[in-house]
């Protein structure tokens, strides 16, 4: 995952913020067949500023939707890539917080308030995310 890539990238940018720091980063070419696959509603501009690789945070415009967008992608990443689905298999990520639970568990961007509550749990049994707890 640590492929070198341009810098000045929108999602190097995105995930050089505190607290997007252990997002994950996903290959623009998965981001792409992604786009066209995942039957999520976008914005071509959206997807425009996901892919600049020219990025400049205090020059470009965003739209809005590219965090909420560029959020949703990681779970699907993982789960879809053989290295990192033996990653969550050998159980390198979180677990559920739940103790009832304890599943192997993903970490993911939130939806909505993204930079405020930085990293969650996405939990495939509970599906669900939930808070971030440190052990
Ligand atoms: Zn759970």
Known sequence: ?????????????????????YLFRVPIDYIQETFNQMGLEYFTETLQVILNLGFDSSFDCVFGDEE???GLIPARYIMSERGMRQK???????VCPKLSCRQKALPVGPSDVWV???????CPRCND??????H
């Open 1 to 21: 995952m640590s492929r070198p890539q341009n810098n000045s990238s929108w999602i190097s940018w995105f995930l050089g913020i505190k607290g997007n720091e």
């Open 68 to 70: 909420k967008w560029y």
């Open 88 to 94: 969550y298999e050998r159980g390198d990520f979180e």
């Open 116 to 122: 405020k509550s930085n990293v969650k749990i996405f």
């Open 129 to 134: 995310t939930q808070p971030h707890q440190s």
